[in-house]
């Protein structure tokens, strides 16, 4: 599985998808949980990490072990 470098906090679970015709299994990640890792570690605010993971790491493709990104909560409107 791919895993996205200085994240593994904002790792949710596994998920099996479909991709290229086959069943993989990928890490999930938090986007808020990003959102507020990055604003800390990098100093931004949180519109700056909101946009920051929707420019890129949202439509980031790495391969058929590209991770799942999701917002679990209002943080994005």
């Known amino acids: 599985m791919l895993k996205a470098d200085g994240l593994d906090e904002a790792i949710i ?20 949980k990003i959102a507020e890792i990055i604003a800390y570690r990098d100093g931004m ?16 493709y790495m391969g058929k072990d590209t ?4 917002w679990d909560s209002a943080y994005k409107k």
Do not use: K
Request: proline letters at 2%.
């Open 67 to 70: 991770p799942v990104f999701v």
């Open 45 to 60: 605010s949180e519109q700056e990490a909101i946009e920051f993971i929707e420019y890129n790491i949202e439509g980031a």
């Open 13 to 32: 679970g596994e998920a099996n998808i479909w991709r290229d015709n086959t069943q993989e299994t990928v890490l999930v990640y938090s986007c808020d």
